[in-house]
């Protein structure tokens, strides 16, 4: 390698320590870990009019640690399941994080995978990606219903509200008689229609509770005759019949 001996002036030598420490300041601005040429390297690259060598030593460090290299960790699998991880703990933190309820299994999966596939071609990175990224998304999910359980959201405790109302509904209907009953029937039917359409109950279990009480008190199913000597027997039932006993004590 030949050698060159260069004899400069004082002021030269000062402009160009002074360009050297310029070019110092504002690649440390950039990156504090930058690592910083010597003052010969830089004017070798200053006599060649190529400044490209200085920092070739600085993107390998940039490239082997830093924010890139994390990056590219994580993507690598060096730091595993980074999403999963995130959409795990987010329950013990309060957060939530969920799918439709009417999605199967399949079309959940299927859901997951475009998500992912959306992701990574914003992000502009590799297929390969994809697959993992959409398994991990998959574990994290939860249905809204089982979210809204543990979380007790206003919607779960509203339906927890109607389900037990429409038990004690339920039980009225067996423990009464005559037009009691027929009205504590009125008020189970309006509870399951709102269950119903809450999704507390499903139309077919509405229909074996309804089936059940018709099996055992088929005659409030039929309707009373509503006329003036109907609703005089009524009243003097609830005249002369005494209440039941915990009635009577509350």
């Known amino acids: 390698m030949g050698h060159i001996t260069l004899t400069l002036k004082d002021e030269t030598l000062a402009s160009l320590r002074k360009d050297f420490d310029a070019f110092l300041r504002v690649s440390l601005k950039l990156d504090p870990q930058f690592l910083t040429p010597s003052f010969e390297d830089f004017l070798r690259a200053k006599l060649l009019d190529n400044m490209t060598p200085l920092t070739e030593q600085a993107v390998q460090r940039l490239l082997q640690g830093g924010q890139y290299a994390w990056a590219k960790r994580t993507l690598d699998k060096e730091f595993p399941e980074v999403v999963s991880i995130l959409l795990r703990q987010a329950g013990e933190f309060g957060f939530g994080f969920a799918s439709r309820p009417e999605w199967t299994p399949d079309e959940r999966a299927k859901q997951c995978r475009e998500w992912a596939a959306a992701i990574v071609s914003e992000a502009d990175a590799g297929e390969a990606l994809i697959d993992p990224l959409a398994a991990q998304i998959q574990s994290g999910v939860q249905d ?15 339906a927890e509200s109607v389900r037990q109302r429409v038990y004690e509904a339920k039980i009225g209907c067996e423990q009464a008689s005559g037009s009691l009953a027929r009205e504590r029937l009125g008020e189970l039917r309006g509870l399951l229609r709102l269950a119903i359409a809450h999704g507390t109950f499903q139309k077919q279990e509405a229909q ?35 209440p039941p006993k915990n009635q009577a004590r509350g």
């Open 208 to 242: 074996q509770i309804m089936e059940y009480l018709r099996l055992l008190k088929p005659e409030i199913f039929v309707e009373e005759p509503d006329d003036v000597f109907t609703r005089l027997a009524a009243w003097l039932r609830n005249f002369f019949v005494p």
């Open 144 to 158: 809204i219903q089982m979210l809204e359980e543990s979380m007790q959201t206003p919607a779960w405790r509203l």
